[in-house]
């Protein structure tokens, strides 16, 4: 999740060097085309053969992704940004391969306040958020099934 | 211009700012259209902006002339609450290529409480934030099924 300072511009992403003031979301979103509370968990598991007791592991990446960095352009990040109801080809929405479960993806902006040094409430900030969950069996590094839940954040 | 980039960083596999959580931070109804994820004093750290995060994360060399983005990251925290509803647009995603297909529903999602805190370090005094409002930019809720899943269990049938 990200802050800005709503009265400063933020610029588009041209591709240049030093992109000021670039959001997350701004940032993943251009460069998608370069390449990408107390709560009972009732889960109706996917049916999968072989599927081990729940258990920790270590989830693997997703293959593909983004190279948004375009002073390293082979610098490869495994995550798309989030789709929308236009977007063509729709870009994967987990962060984890080998997967089969539940993802979510919240992408949303808004206002806030700034605190800084203790005291009162001293700026005005936007944000903006992509943050997601997948829940459910993967296959991890070890080679194993495990159940598990992640956030991305 | 962009002041603060809370993220947990990318494991050395290369998973993308995805950590484990507790399993009873997400609550999933699929069938109704909703679900709920929700994490408190979550341990993040703060790259002031993504370029920054992304070029530590990475271990980008950066070429000569270009950067330094941002200072060290600090540790953060960060808590929200998430609430997906509704039943909208339904789409049925297969992708041979990427290797994942998915039945996802399209529709909004809200953020009920959402707050930073970091205390002071690295030069930087401490920091909190805590959101007024939010709108919804686009919200996903799907079954996916990627990798070994997908070529195992093409015809499952189990999307709904």
């Known amino acids: 999740m990200s802050f800005s300072d709503p009265r400063l511009t933020i610029l588009n992403y041209q591709g240049h060097v030093h992109p000021p003031g670039i959001s997350r979301r701004q940032f993943l979103g251009v460069t998608a085309s370069a390449t990408g509370l107390a709560l009972g968990a009732q889960l109706a598991w996917p049916r999968v053969a072989h599927a081990d007791p729940p258990g920790t592991g270590t989830p693997k990446p997703i293959p593909g992704g983004i190279k948004p960095l375009p002073f390293a352009p082979n610098a490869l990040f495994h995550v798309f940004p989030p789709p929308n109801t236009e977007t063509t080809p729709f870009p994967e929405p987990s962060a984890i391969t080998d997967f089969n479960g539940f993802v979510g993806i919240s992408h949303v902006k808004g206002n806030g306040v700034g605190i800084t040094g203790g005291g009162i409430p001293d700026t005005t900030l936007t944000y903006d958020i992509d943050n997601r969950f997948m829940t459910g069996e993967f296959i991890g590094t070890d080679g194993r099934h495990h159940r598990g839940t992640f956030g991305f954040i | ?160």
Request: proline share 6%; hydrophobic share 40%.
């Open chain 2, 1 to 160: 211009m962009q002041t603060h980039d809370f993220n947990p960083g990318i494991n050395a596999n290369g998973v993308f700012w995805t950590v484990p959580i507790p399993d009873n931070a997400v609550d999933v109804q699929f069938g109704a259209g909703e679900a709920f994820m929700a994490l408190n004093n979550f341990a993040v750290s703060d790259y002031f902006n993504i370029v920054n995060a992304l070029v530590r994360q990475g271990n980008v060399t950066l070429p000569p002339g270009v950067g330094p983005f941002g200072p060290d990251d600090i540790p953060a925290r960060v808590s929200f609450d998430i609430l997906w509803s509704g039943r909208g647009q339904k789409v049925h995603v297969k992708d041979a290529t990427a290797g994942f297909r998915g039945t996802y529903l399209l529709d909004t999602s809200t953020v009920l409480s959402l707050s930073a805190s970091e205390a002071a370090a690295g030069g930087q005094p401490s920091f909190q934030f805590f959101a007024t409002s939010s709108t919804n930019e686009f919200s996903l809720l799907g079954h996916e099924r990627n990798g070994r899943f997908f070529s195992q269990s093409d015809d499952g049938g189990d999307d709904d």
